[in-house]
């Protein structure tokens, strides 16, 4: 069974840094897609960045970025240049499509507070 | 609409009651999604719809739960005799269709809370 590991519940940083979210996960798959979503205190999900297993290049999106190590099942995300509006929860989260259905696995989340 | 709806936005029930959790896609949206997420947990993905066909249910926690979705729009949630452990917030969200590379767009939630 697919799982996936957020092992930071909480972490901080100082606005204007850059910081890093941990995601590992474990398949036996070989075609899937990781995802990170941001959850802000109102509730409302939103995609922040996603990567499609088979490309070995990081995706990026603006000041998000993805450290994709396929082989240590490793998908970090790294927030650049850290802003308020990015105080959030992140879930990391996994996604299969096998004999044409979709099955997705969420991490429990990683609390981020950016200080001002 | 703007944005995926949901309603109610909170339902208190009593245990062994049935309710009926409801979402508006956006408009041209053909998939649909259903997620639990209990209280520090992350989400648990439940149940989701190509048009209105639900390809695999095996996601539903119990045969209490279940799921329709008529007219490739509307869908709900039902969940029947709830139990306290049915407590959380149930989302929804959905996309233009269900590639894999489709964004999802969430709603706010229905928070359930059984009492």
């Known amino acids: ?116 | 609409g703007a944005g995926v709806s949901q309603s109610p936005s909170n339902k208190v029930t009593e245990k062994g009651k049935d309710v009926e959790l409801r979402c508006d896609p956006i408009s041209g949206h053909t998939a649909l999604y259903w997620y639990r997420q209990r209280l520090g947990q992350g989400l648990e993905f439940l149940i989701y719809f190509q048009g209105n066909s639900a390809p695999d249910k095996s996601g539903l926690p119990s045969d209490r739960f279940s799921a329709e979705r008529t007219g490739e729009s509307v869908s709900t949630l039902t969940i029947q005799r709830t139990q306290q452990e049915d407590s959380a917030v149930y989302l929804c969200a959905s996309s233009l269709d269900a590639g894999a590379l489709r964004t999802q767009y969430f709603g706010p939630g229905t928070r359930l809370t059984v009492l």
Do not use: H
Request: net charge positive.
């Open chain 1, 1 to 116: 069974a697919q799982t996936v590991t957020q092992s930071q519940p909480e972490m901080s940083v100082q606005e204007a840094e850059t910081v890093t979210l941990s995601c590992t996960y474990d398949t036996s798959e070989n075609n899937y897609y990781l995802f990170w979503y941001k959850q802000p205190p109102s509730r409302q999900m939103i995609l922040v960045i996603r990567q499609e297993a088979y490309k070995q290049q990081n995706a990026t999106e603006n000041r998000f970025s993805v450290n994709f190590q396929k082989a240590a099942k490793s998908f970090s995300l790294k927030i650049s240049d850290s802003q308020l509006g990015d105080t959030a929860m992140y879930f990391c989260a996994f996604m299969s499509a096998t004999s044409g259905t979709y099955k997705y696995i969420f991490g429990t989340g990683t609390r981020l507070k950016v200080l001002a």
